[in-house]
């Protein structure tokens, strides 16, 4: 380092073996970060399949109702959409008639 150019500080230097231990405890730390989340994901999916197993029971007493026609399924997921849509894109429609520079001068 010296020999490139005198003036410049060294603040640390370490070994080969010091820099693959902080590899090693950064790809451990990930291994673990990516093991909770994949155990998270199975204790949600089991709660949620236990709820959904001791409710199955509820729906055959609706009366009238079969929960395997086409429109009983999708009114609700249109419905739901039509809300999402309207609910992004009025907030949206309205910022875009905000000219960018009074948005700067305000923020």
């Known amino acids: 380092m010296a020999a490139v150019d005198p003036g410049l500080p060294i ?7 010091v820099a693959t231990q902080v590899q090693l405890i950064g790809r451990l730390t990930s291994l673990f970060g990516v093991l909770s989340l994949v155990l998270a994901s199975v204790g949600l999916y ?12 509820e729906t055959r ?14 009114l609700p ?12 894109l009025l907030p949206a429609l309205w ?6 520079a009074r948005a700067l001068r305000t923020g």
């Open 46 to 57: 089991g709660i949620t399949a236990y709820n959904v197993g001791r409710r199955a029971g």
């Open 11 to 17: 603040i640390s230097i370490r070994t080969l073996k």
């Open 77 to 88: 997921v249109i419905v739901f959409a039509g809300f999402g849509l309207v609910a992004t």
């Open 95 to 100: 910022a875009s008639t905000i000219s960018p």
């Open 61 to 74: 007493q609706l009366y009238g109702f079969n929960p395997y026609k086409p429109v009983t399924l999708l």
